[in-house]
C-alpha cells in the first residue's frame, strides 16, 4: 500500500483522491491523518516543507506536492489518462496551476484569519489575494474549460477543488457571478462522483 | 518568438532562463519586463494570477507556472533532457517542487516586511515559514541531491535558485550551517554557466 498523508478537509489531497478513484488506484492508498501543524507529525519527515498531500510509496520514496502526485498517479495508470498528451497536456497543466494558484491565494486570506489577531491583518494584502481569484473567475466564466466525455484531466480536477474549497470556506460567495462556471461544476459533479464523496462535511 | 514574461530578480523566473539556456532556447524567447504589482500590467491578462513566470507561445497560448513552463521547454528540447525518464522522474519533480517550497516560504517572509507596516507583522508566522526552509536546508544537507554529468535536472535547477535567492535577499546566512550544500551550489556554478549568467545583481 502507498500511504498517503492526508487532511480531509486540504483542497490539494482531494484534487489526489478524486485523481486515484477516477483511476481506479483508490483501493492501492491509505488515507492516514496528518496534523501539519504538530511539530511531531511525521509528516515533516516525509516532506520538510510539512505539506499535504505526500505521497509515500512502497519502495520509501516520497513525492510531493499535489501536480507531482498527480502526475505519478497517471504514469501509474499507464499515462495519458488525466494528463493528456500532445500540446492539450500544457494546456490542461497550465489549467491546474492557475486552479492551483487561485487556492494558494484563498489559503493565504484564510491564514489571515487563522494566525493573526484582528490587529495584524493587513486589508491591502487580503484583497491582493482576493484580487487573484475574482480575475481567475472572470476569465474562466469567460471561457470555461471543455469537459469532454472520458476521464476529466488535471486541469479540471484543480479547478473543481477550488471552486469547492469557496463553497467550504468563502460561503460560496463566487457562485451568482459566475453562472457557466456554477454549471460546469454542476456537470464535473455529476460526470465525477468522487467530487461529491470527497466533499468535506465537518 | 516567445514572450517570457519576466523580472529580473525572480527566482521562479531564473529557473526558466537557465532551462532555456541548457536547452538552447534562449534564442527563441524574448523577456519582457514585467511589474506584477503594476495593475495595467499586461501579465493580468496572460495569466489572471498576475504572477511571473508566464511564456506566451508564438500560437497565442500561455503557459505558467515555473513547473509547467519547465517541462514544456524540456518537451520542445525533444524531451528527457532536464527531466529524466522513469523513476528519476518523480525524484527531480519532487525536488524541484521542495525547491518551489522553499521559495515560497522565503518569498512570504519578504512579503510580510514589504507589504506590512511593523505592527501589522506577526513573529509566529514568519517563523513558520522560516521552519520550512530550515527543515528543507537541514535533509538536503543531510543528503545532496546527485548532480551527474550531462544537463542537471529541474530539481537541481530550482534548488540552485533557491539557495540563490537566499543568498540575495537573506545574507546568504544559509551557508555557515551547510558546507555540503556550499560545495554542491558550487559545483552546480561551474557546470552551468547560465546559473551565474542570470545571477541579479540590482
Redesign the interface.
Known sequence: MMILRYAPASPFVRKVRIAASILGLADRIELVTSNTADQQDPV?QD?????IPTLVLENG?????S??IM??LD?LAGGGKIIPAG?M???A??L???A???LD?LILQV?EVR??SE????P??VQ?QA??VS??L??LEDDPPALVDGLPNVGCIALACALGYQDLRFEAKWRPGHPRLVGWLDRFAKAVPAFEETRFKG
Open positions: 515533516r516532506n520538510p516543507l510539512g505539506k520514496m516520497r513525492l510531493y506536492d501536480p507531482v502526475a505519478y504514469s500540446e497536456r500544457f494546456k497543466l497550465t491546474e496551476a492557475l492551483d494558484g487561485m491565494a491564514y494566525y493573526r490587529e495584524r491583518r493587513e491591502s494584502w491582493h484580487d487573484k480575475r481567475s472572470a476569465a
